[in-house]
């Protein structure tokens, strides 16, 4: 059974760092593409970031590009978020998502239940 | 890199064809083939729908269709079920590592 299972949430004050974590399960992680998805309360999807399943193309949404870092480790079956400079606007459930292609960003074909990260002071 | 523009809402009684229209761009909708439409019912997390414009992933029901005309991509619900009601996004490669969803669609049956 593919699972993908996010940790690292929490309540953080602005200007502050966060990691995410993201344990795969259930399938070759490394024959996917990896991604952050996060939906803030009330609100619609956004993308965050992704990466190809050998971390040769990395993505960022502007929203994010020079304060969030997205890494993997096949070995370890996992995935990162390490956040930076959070704010406000940053408060959202985080979603790890599969891709359903290694080398580009396809589709999304499995989700996580998400961490809900809230900035607040 | 803006969102994809979808209607807020769309209605509609059982059995009845429901269309969503998701508006992009030249760098987006209207250069690659890779949109993707996605359910998300309230609490729970998002599901595939439609993959490459108009590709049904298995186990989707097939009164779910798509399709792509220039930059604006489209998503038909035929025969409306109760369970068809949910949030309805769509979404496009852009390009430059780039991945971008629609604003969201709120389906209501009626």
């Known amino acids: 059974e593919v699972q993908l299972v996010e940790s690292g949430g929490g309540l953080v004050q602005p200007g502050r760092s966060l990691r995410l974590s993201c344990a795969a399960s259930g399938f070759t992680f490394n024959d996917y593409g990896m991604h952050w998805v996060r939906q803030a309360p009330g609100k619609g999807l956004e993308w965050v970031a992704g990466l190809t399943w050998n971390s040769d193309k990395i993505g960022y949404s502007d929203s994010v590009r020079g304060r969030f870092t997205i890494s993997r480790d096949n070995a370890k079956n996992a995935l990162y978020l390490e956040m930076n400079s959070l704010r406000t606007e940053d408060t959202a459930l985080y979603f790890c998502v599969r891709d359903r292609y290694a080398s580009s960003f396809y589709y999304l074909d499995f989700w996580g239940l998400g961490t809900l990260i809230t900035v607040s002071s | 890199q803006s969102a994809l523009t979808q209607p807020p809402s769309a209605s509609g009684s059982p059995g009845q064809t429901v269309t969503i229209s998701c508006s992009g761009t030249s760098s987006d909708i209207g250069l690659y083939n890779y949109v993707s439409w996605y359910q998300q019912y309230p609490g729970k997390a998002p599901k595939v729908i439609i993959y490459?414009?108009?590709q049904r992933p298995s186990g989707v029901p097939n009164h779910f269709s798509g399709s792509k005309s220039g930059s604006t991509a489209s998503l038909t619900v035929h025969g409306l079920h109760e369970d068809d009601e949910a949030d309805y996004f769509c979404?496009?490669?852009?390009?430059?590592?780039?991945?971008?969803f629609g604003s969201g669609t709120k389906l209501t049956v009626l």
């Open positions: 490459a414009v108009n």
């Open positions: 979404a496009s490669y852009a390009g430059n590592n780039k991945f971008v």
